[in-house]
């Protein structure tokens, strides 16, 4: 009896283990495989147009891919998944549906509960394959509530034997290097080209689909992203072999030069299943057994992985669905429109925002401390900050956006995943980029025209919440600073604060369906 397996667009894997379920159960001659373009999906926001392109075009090569190692696979472009799920049942006569476990909330939520009874035949849901931390569950000290990364990423490290001198010590003596990796860019670096796909018969059908739609955000010139496997891991070789030397020391570093710098670019390949997470660990670490990276280069880069990655996700999972609508501090503003068009005179607000609307990328310490600290200090409301990511940011998903852009950037969470805010006046971006020395604000002053809105921002967000911020001991030292200021002083800074939000301009249309 034919079966069918349903493969979800960002489960673009080598091994697929509903379809290697339904293959062991049924023999391939009995499986037939459904990939389906949704045009609910593509329009639940206003995209950034080439993620649209490097969506529909990387599943549209894992459709062929599958089809020339033998597969039947049915790849449907209609309303909605459950129609095109129908559609698919009906013409192959399929008894049974294998699917694995989406990597989001609301879908896997559908996948447990309504999906059989929407579709009317049996299901199976496989475990989720793209995350380690689905093979091996590290547990928090008991009755700690808080259970820092740190302390997972140890208990991953040890459980995978990842950089590891037998099986308690980490290799080179320390777990962290973190203190070796906070350089600023000296004045004179090249970094190396950026790899570059040219778009093949199937992109550039692609590319004229998503120009057609009256929908999206920013440009569609010049797609080369990497659609199909074997570039993408073409991507993370040139990155292991020119760029993970570096990573490590200028990990927090921004400029107005470019974001990329030496970090990896290959979080939207592994957001979708073209790459795989282990595979990362292994060539990183493999550099740094060679002698090719140093060991707080190779370190960094896998803490990002096997750390941050898969603690997020981790995170998510306990949190949900109360994170969505978490909001601590009480943000009420809507987006400012600054960050959908980069129209404002804040250098580093203008630059970031630019190049998220053109290349859907910016580094992790931009996302943090310029995008959401900014968002933070200035009461937006946490969702609307975090439609903003899942619009324009190509590695966008929600299982990735929600810890980070509610929890870690606007600790939105009650500080569930980061003890403390993560705010700061414009003295740490001028430290650690070039694009206070081109702005028409200055990161010196505190009040007066020319004052950076993150210093009215930051110290009026103080005033106003020091009795709490005071019982947070991560924040002592920052309170502290506040009486350096007169009352007469923080009268003035906050009266300018209100007055800059009161005139900042807010996106208020509702982020469906919309051309912006
Ligand atoms: P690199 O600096 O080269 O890091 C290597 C890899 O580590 C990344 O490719 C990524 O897979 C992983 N990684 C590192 N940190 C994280 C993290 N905190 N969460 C998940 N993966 C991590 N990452 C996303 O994949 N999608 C997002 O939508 C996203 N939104 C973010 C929003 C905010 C406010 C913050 C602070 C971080 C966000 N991150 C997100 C995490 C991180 O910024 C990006 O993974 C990273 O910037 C991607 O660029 P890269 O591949 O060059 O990363
Ligand atoms: Fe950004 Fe302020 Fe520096 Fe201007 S002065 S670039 S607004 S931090």
Redesign the pocket.
């Given at each position: 009896q034919p079966v069918s397996v349903w493969i979800l667009g960002d489960q673009l894997l080598e091994n697929h283990p509903a379809l290697q379920a339904a293959e062991r159960e049924h023999g391939r001659e009995q499986v037939h495989i459904v990939m389906i373009e949704s045009d609910e999906r593509i329009h639940q926001l206003p995209y950034q147009r080439q993620k649209l392109v490097l969506l529909l075009s990387a599943m549209r090569h894992y459709a062929d891919e599958l089809r020339s190692s033998g597969y039947e696979v049915d790849y449907i472009c209609t309303s909605s998944f459950a129609d095109g799920l129908k559609q698919h049942l009906k013409q192959r006569h399929s008894t049974h549906l294998y699917t694995m476990a989406a990597s989001e909330y609301d879908a896997r939520t559908i996948q447990e509960k309504h999906l059989e009874s929407a579709i009317g035949v049996p299901t199976t849901l496989l475990p989720n394959s793209q995350f380690l931390v689905e093979q091996f569950n590290p547990h928090p000290e008991t009755g700690s509530k808080h259970y820092i990364m740190e302390n997972f990423y140890r208990q991953m490290r040890k459980h995978f034997n990842v950089l590891m001198d037998g099986p308690d010590e980490p290799a080179g003596g320390k777990w962290n290097y973190d203190a070796m990796n906070r350089e600023p860019l000296p004045k004179k670096l090249d970094f190396p080209e950026k790899p570059s796909y040219k778009p093949d018969k199937i992109t550039n059908e692609v590319i004229k689909l998503v120009e057609g739609m009256r929908h999206g955000v920013g440009n569609i010139q010049n797609f080369d992203l990497a659609v199909t496997r074997e570039n993408a891991n073409d991507a993370l070789e040139r990155?292991v072999n020119e760029r993970l030397r570096e990573?490590g020391p200028y990990?927090d570093a921004m400029s107005s030069q470019e974001s990329?710098l030496f970090?990896?670019?290959?979080?939207?390949y592994?957001?979708i299943g073209l790459l795989d997470?282990m595979d990362?660990i292994r060539q990183a670490e493999k550099a740094y057994n060679d002698g090719s990276v140093p060991l707080n280069s190779a370190e960094g880069?896998i803490r990002?992985?096997l750390?941050?990655?898969e603690?997020?996700?981790w995170q998510y999972w306990q949190l949900m669905p109360d994170l969505k609508t978490t909001n601590t501090w009480g943000g009420k503003r809507a987006m400012p429109l600054m960050f959908w068009n980069g129209e404002t005179e804040m250098n580093c607000v203008s630059h970031v925002s630019k190049r998220v609307l053109e290349t859907g990328?910016?580094?992790?310490?931009e996302?943090?401390m310029i995008?959401?600290n900014f968002c933070l200090l200035a009461g937006i409301r946490p969702y609307d900050v975090a439609e903003w990511?899942?619009a324009c940011?190509f590695?966008?998903?929600d299982w990735?956006?929600l810890?980070?852009?509610i929890g870690?950037?606007?600790n939105a969470d009650g500080g569930r995943i980061a003890t403390k805010p993560?705010i700061s006046s414009a003295n740490y971006i001028n430290k650690m980029s070039n694009y206070c020395s081109e702005c028409h604000y200055s990161p010196k002053e505190r009040t007066g025209e020319k004052a950076c809105p993150y210093n009215l921002l930051y110290w009026d967000f103080l005033a106003q919440n020091e009795e709490l911020l005071r019982s947070n001991p991560r924040l002592g030292p920052n309170v502290l600073g506040l009486r350096n200021i007169s009352e007469q002083e923080r009268k003035a800074i906050h009266q300018q604060a209100v007055a800059f939000l009161d005139h900042l301009k807010y996106y208020e249309g509702k982020a469906k369906d919309e051309t912006l």
């Amino acid at each position: 009896q034919p079966v069918s397996v349903w493969i979800l667009g960002d489960q673009l894997l080598e091994n697929h283990p509903a379809l290697q379920a339904a293959e062991r159960e049924h023999g391939r001659e009995q499986v037939h495989i459904v990939m389906i373009e949704s045009d609910e999906r593509i329009h639940q926001l206003p995209y950034q147009r080439q993620k649209l392109v490097l969506l529909l075009s990387a599943m549209r090569h894992y459709a062929d891919e599958l089809r020339s190692s033998g597969y039947e696979v049915d790849y449907i472009c209609t309303s909605s998944f459950a129609d095109g799920l129908k559609q698919h049942l009906k013409q192959r006569h399929s008894t049974h549906l294998y699917t694995m476990a989406a990597s989001e909330y609301d879908a896997r939520t559908i996948q447990e509960k309504h999906l059989e009874s929407a579709i009317g035949v049996p299901t199976t849901l496989l475990p989720n394959s793209q995350f380690l931390v689905e093979q091996f569950n590290p547990h928090p000290e008991t009755g700690s509530k808080h259970y820092i990364m740190e302390n997972f990423y140890r208990q991953m490290r040890k459980h995978f034997n990842v950089l590891m001198d037998g099986p308690d010590e980490p290799a080179g003596g320390k777990w962290n290097y973190d203190a070796m990796n906070r350089e600023p860019l000296p004045k004179k670096l090249d970094f190396p080209e950026k790899p570059s796909y040219k778009p093949d018969k199937i992109t550039n059908e692609v590319i004229k689909l998503v120009e057609g739609m009256r929908h999206g955000v920013g440009n569609i010139q010049n797609f080369d992203l990497a659609v199909t496997r074997e570039n993408a891991n073409d991507a993370l070789e040139r990155f292991v072999n020119e760029r993970l030397r570096e990573f490590g020391p200028y990990e927090d570093a921004m400029s107005s030069q470019e974001s990329e710098l030496f970090h990896s670019q290959l979080s939207l390949y592994v957001n979708i299943g073209l790459l795989d997470p282990m595979d990362m660990i292994r060539q990183a670490e493999k550099a740094y057994n060679d002698g090719s990276v140093p060991l707080n280069s190779a370190e960094g880069f896998i803490r990002q992985i096997l750390g941050w990655r898969e603690y997020m996700y981790w995170q998510y999972w306990q949190l949900m669905p109360d994170l969505k609508t978490t909001n601590t501090w009480g943000g009420k503003r809507a987006m400012p429109l600054m960050f959908w068009n980069g129209e404002t005179e804040m250098n580093c607000v203008s630059h970031v925002s630019k190049r998220v609307l053109e290349t859907g990328y910016s580094n992790h310490i931009e996302r943090l401390m310029i995008v959401c600290n900014f968002c933070l200090l200035a009461g937006i409301r946490p969702y609307d900050v975090a439609e903003w990511f899942l619009a324009c940011y190509f590695d966008a998903y929600d299982w990735v956006v929600l810890p980070n852009v509610i929890g870690m950037g606007l600790n939105a969470d009650g500080g569930r995943i980061a003890t403390k805010p993560y705010i700061s006046s414009a003295n740490y971006i001028n430290k650690m980029s070039n694009y206070c020395s081109e702005c028409h604000y200055s990161p010196k002053e505190r009040t007066g025209e020319k004052a950076c809105p993150y210093n009215l921002l930051y110290w009026d967000f103080l005033a106003q919440n020091e009795e709490l911020l005071r019982s947070n001991p991560r924040l002592g030292p920052n309170v502290l600073g506040l009486r350096n200021i007169s009352e007469q002083e923080r009268k003035a800074i906050h009266q300018q604060a209100v007055a800059f939000l009161d005139h900042l301009k807010y996106y208020e249309g509702k982020a469906k369906d919309e051309t912006l």
